[in-house]
C-alpha cells in the first residue's frame, strides 16, 4: 500500500483549510497563487522569470487554476523555500554551505532554460540555477509530491536524442549519462531520470565552465521515500565522473542544516516548519 501521496496530499489540505481559501472547485488549490506563497506574492525578478517560462504556473484557464495554486505544487515549494533567501544576498555563503557547496552564491534565477539545447524545438526548464562566485553553475531540480504519484517506468526519450552519429551526452563529456539513456530495460519507481539526463545535458552544452545538477527532494517518511533515495544513490553511481556532477539532498535535510542560521525573513523558519516539515 503506498502512503506517500495521500499522506503529503492530506497535509496540505490541512494547512489550506487553515491558512488559505481554496478554489471553488478544486480543493487541492488555493484561489491564487499569493495565497499559496509564503510572501504572498513573488519577488519581481521571480515573477518576470516564471511569466516567460513554460508550463502556465502563473497563468490559469477557465476550468483550470494556474500550476502554482496547487497545495502540492513543487514549484510553489521552491518559490517558498527559496524566494525570501533571494533577497537576502548576506546570506548567500550560509545557504550554499548548507547545499553542499564550497563557494558562495553569486546570482539566483529560477526557470532557467540553457542556451544552445542541442534537442528542439523545446528547451526544458531547470527549477533555479545557482551561479557560484567559482564560475559553477547549479541547476537545481525541485520535486515535492511528483515523484509518489506513480511509477516513474524506464526512461523514455524520444529518438531524436539519439542520432546516428555520436551519443549526445557523450559527446560532451558525460559517458555515464549515456549508458543510462540508452538502457532500454531498467525500471526506476521514483526518479524521473529522463528529466535529470535532459537538464545534464542542457548544462553541458552551454558552456565548459563546472557544473552540477542538484536533485533536491521531499521525503515522505515512508517506504516510497526510502526507494526513492536508494533509486538517487544508484543513478549518482551510474554517473560518476560524467563532466557534469550530480549530488542530492532532501528538502528536510536542508530545512535543518539551516536550522542555526539568520532567517532570511522574519516567520519563514516558522512558515516553513509548520506547512512542510512539522
Known amino acids: 500500500m503506498k502512503f506517500s501521496l495521500p499522506s503529503i496530499e492530506k497535509k496540505q489540505k490541512l494547512w489550506g483549510s487553515k491558512h488559505a481559501a481554496l478554489h471553488m472547485t478544486r480543493d487541492t488549490y488555493v484561489c491564487s497563487v499569493r495565497a499559496n506563497l509564503f510572501l504572498s506574492k513573488l519577488l519581481e ?3 518576470a522569470e516564471f511569466s516567460t517560462a513554460d508550463g502556465s504556473e502563473l497563468t490559469g484557464s477557465a476550468d483550470r487554476p494556474a500550476k502554482m495554486c496547487a497545495l502540492v505544487s513543487s514549484s510553489a515549494l521552491a518559490v517558498n523555500f527559496f524566494d525570501a533567501w533571494r533577497s537576502a544576498e548576506s546570506l548567500w555563503p550560509v545557504l550554499a554551505k548548507s ?5 558562495a552564491i553569486q546570482a539566483m534565477r529560477f526557470e ?9 524545438p523545446r528547451t526544458p526548464n531547470i ?13 537545481v531540480e525541485s520535486k515535492f509530491a511528483e515523484p509518489y504519484r506513480s511509477a516513474s517506468g524506464k526512461v523514455d526519450l524520444s529518438k531524436k536524442y539519439f542520432p546516428d552519429t555520436v551519443g549526445l551526452w557523450a559527446q560532451r563529456g558525460m559517458p555515464g549519462a549515456q549508458r543510462v539513456a ?3 530495460a531498467t525500471d526506476w519507481s521514483h526518479l524521473d531520470v529522463a528529466q535529470l539526463l535532459k537538464h545534464m545535458l542542457g548544462l553541458a552544452s552551454e558552456s565548459q565552465m563546472p557544473a552540477t545538477l542538484l536533485y533536491l527532494w521531499y521525503d515522505s517518511g515512508f517506504k516510497e521515500g526510502e526507494t526513492q533515495r536508494a533509486e538517487v544513490a544508484r543513478f549518482a553511481g551510474l554517473v560518476s565522473g560524467d563532466r557534469v556532477d550530480f549530488s542530492s539532498i532532501t528538502y528536510q535535510e536542508l530545512f535543518a542544516a539551516l536550522s542555526e542560521a ?4 522574519a516567520n519563514w ?5 509548520s506547512r512542510y516539515f512539522a
Not at 127 to 139: M, P, S
Not at 262 to 265: C, G
Not at 269 to 273: C, I, K, T
Open 45 to 47: 525578478a521571480t515573477e
Open 99 to 103: 547545499l553542499g557547496f564550497t563557494s
Open 112 to 120: 532557467y532554460k540553457p542556451e544552445r539545447y542541442p534537442v528542439g
Open 127 to 139: 527549477d533555479l540555477l545557482l551561479t557560484l562566485r567559482d564560475g559553477r553553475r547549479v541547476g
Open 182 to 184: 540508452e538502457d532500454a
Open 262 to 265: 539568520s532567517e532570511p525573513v
Open 269 to 273: 523558519r516558522s512558515y516553513m516548519a
